[in-house]
């Protein structure tokens, strides 16, 4: 979120984005010192506080995830409502005063948006200390569907600024009013939970930055679950998010355009500073386990985010790991209620288990640990985080449980140290949930070959580079090479576990674990050009040789 004050600076900006990075601009409105009172009022349609406690005890009982903002009306278009003021130059600013009486939070749902050239919306609060923007034409959905981020209190003012060289071309149609009534105002997280920048998070830093908040969209308002950005063995920087499917199945097709992720939302400290973060919008329903009335699936949905994530995110895609093997040394990182990123950490090394009823050998059962900081445990939110092993992959997303800060304090039979269970990525992987053959997890991670495992990475579709580190060299031949070429390693490599191909666009073509000490690959199907291949151990490049290829 990025904030600003009137005093910051008078200057024109344009702004040509090709990510969904907001541009920073001061509203013009601020800018040229227009009566902020001067603002025609929409007040939306009533909030049934009543209906919502109901649905929310309900969804509660079913085990479904909380909604912490619903749906109201509000009809609203830049011929139907608020006013128009003209700029000098022929430029011109629409405002808005929209309320829904009561909200601890408002955000914005449009349909038949489209914003020319230039053109920008903003929001912000009455006080103009919490000011949103600019959104551009990159954050409207393909079908024309645009959301605004959360602006607190009950009313806030949306402004369309439109330069004269596109003027009337623009469209914005508000139809709904997301009215946030908990999880917002109010404390979120429990008191136990341990925040990531604290030590217990310092050897996770990368994962960490995997991690993000989803604002999740059914038919009737947001809740949050958390999901992470993941690798695939294409190395194709494709921003596939990881979750759960409780948190997507009451979602329709129209809903994913509205679902938010929020990157690097957290503290800069150890639970101090001003909270962080940056907001994508849109996605595609990609893959998912179907479970079949609780009773039979792992528990994951695979969403694809419209737009490219932009590298000022600073973002991470994590690996993962679809052997059977117990994780050892493992957490979790997650959003609990929504809130700033926490941690917890795993006590012993989970159980193969099963989810209140899932096929049995579904799940990862396991307890929480006392640790420096706290006693971190998960919450409403939570859901869909993920489950790091000790070589930082994911091995898990979390269905649910009943670890609790406190004694009986989420519901009878509840504690700090009563279990949760993780449905396990190699359950997700391949026939064992409900779901069609095209939704099985591996056809989307591991779309070039059968790796058992995929590391994590900063920039995985960055072109190999050719930067040479310390590491030991295998021996390829021959070089070049036309149909197959053989890796032999020398004795400082005999503890390599896997190779990994790398073409020159930085893609993985071939991935196996290693046998002996020769292992032969066959090229055909490679294009000509310069591969890298690597040998890991524990998941870290230890060897590293080049080979070309011609045929």
């Known amino acids: 979120m990025n904030r600003f004050l009137p005093a910051l600076a008078l200057i024109p900006f344009s702004f040509p984005l090709n990510a969904q990075e907001l541009t920073g601009a001061l509203p013009m409105s601020m800018r040229y010192g227009l009566d902020p009172h001067a603002i025609p009022t929409l ?24 909604l912490y903002a619903r749906f109201v009306s509000a009809e609203a278009t830049l011929a139907t409502a608020g006013s128009w003021t003209e700029l000098p130059g022929g430029d011109r600013v629409w405002r808005l005063r929209v309320s829904s009486p009561g909200a601890q939070a408002l955000e914005l749902l449009f349909s038949d948006a489209f914003l020319p050239l230039g053109a920008q919306v903003h929001v912000y609060d009455e006080a103009r200390t919490e000011v949103i923007g600019g959104f551009t034409s990159a954050h409207v959905q393909s079908e024309g569907s645009f959301t605004t981020d959360m602006v607190h209190g009950d009313a806030c003012i949306v402004e369309y600024h439109e330069p004269a060289a596109v003027r009337g071309e623009g469209s914005l149609h508000l139809v709904q009013v997301a009215h946030a009534y908990r999880m917002v105002a109010q404390l979120k997280s429990d008191a ?28 009737s308002g947001f809740g949050y679950c958390t999901g992470t950005l993941v690798n695939n063995t294409a190395n194709d920087c494709k921003g596939y998010i990881l979750t759960a499917f409780h948190c997507t199945e009451d ?20 639970a101090t500073g001003s909270a962080t973060g940056a907001n994508m919008t ?28 932009p590298a000022g995110y600073e973002p991470y895609w994590a690996g993962w790991d679809v052997s059977e093997e117990a994780p050892t040394g493992a957490v979790c990182i997650h959003h609990p209620d929504g ?18 009823g899932f096929t049995n050998g579904s799940h990862w059962r396991l307890t929480w640990a006392t640790t420096a900081n706290g006693h971190g445990v998960t919450e409403p939110g939570s859901s869909g985080s993920p489950l790091f092993n000790s070589a930082k992959r994911v091995v898990g997303t979390l269905t649910g449980g009943s670890s609790c800060c406190t004694v009986n304090g989420c519901g009878n039979g509840t504690a700090p140290n009563y279990p949760d269970y993780y449905g396990k990525m190699d359950y997700h992987w391949w026939e064992n949930n409900p779901n069609p053959t095209i939704e099985e997890l591996h056809w989307w991670l591991s779309p070039v070959g059968f ?32 149909d197959q070429i053989t890796v032999r390693l020398p004795d400082a490599l005999l503890d390599g576990e896997r190779i990994e191909v790398i073409d020159p666009l930085g893609r993985m073509v071939h991935a196996e674990r290693l046998a002996g000490t020769g292992t032969v690959i066959d090229t055909r199907a490679w294009s000509e050009g310069t591969y890298l291949i690597n040998v890991l151990v524990s998941g870290s490049r230890k060897g590293s040789a080049r080979v070309a290829v011609v045929h």
Request: proline share 8%; hydrophobic share 35%; aromatic share 10%.
């Open 43 to 66: 007040v939306a349609a009533p909030f049934d506080a009543d209906a919502a406690a109901t649905g929310d005890a309900e969804r509660e009982a079913d085990g479904k995830m909380p």
């Open 192 to 219: 136990c939970e341990v925040d990531i920048n604290c030590s217990e998070g310092t050897a996770w830093a990368d994962q960490r930055d995997a991690v993000v908040r989803i604002r999740v969209a059914i038919p």
């Open 251 to 270: 979602s329709q097709a129209a809903n994913f355009p509205n679902y938010q992720f929020r990157f690097r939302y957290q503290y800069p400290g150890c």
């Open 282 to 309: 849109g996605c595609s329903f990609r893959a998912g386990s179907h479970d079949q009335g609780g009773t039979y699936g792992s528990d994951y949905s695979l969403l694809e985010i419209t737009a490219a994530v």
């Open 339 to 356: 809130d700033v990123k926490k941690i917890s950490t795993v006590s012993g090394t989970p159980t193969s288990s099963t989810w209140s």
């Open 451 to 482: 790796p058992v495992y995929q590391n994590g990475s900063r920039n995985p579709c960055a072109p190999i580079g050719m930067e040479e580190f310390a590491l030991i060299a295998p021996e390829v031949f021959p070089n070049p090479a036309t």
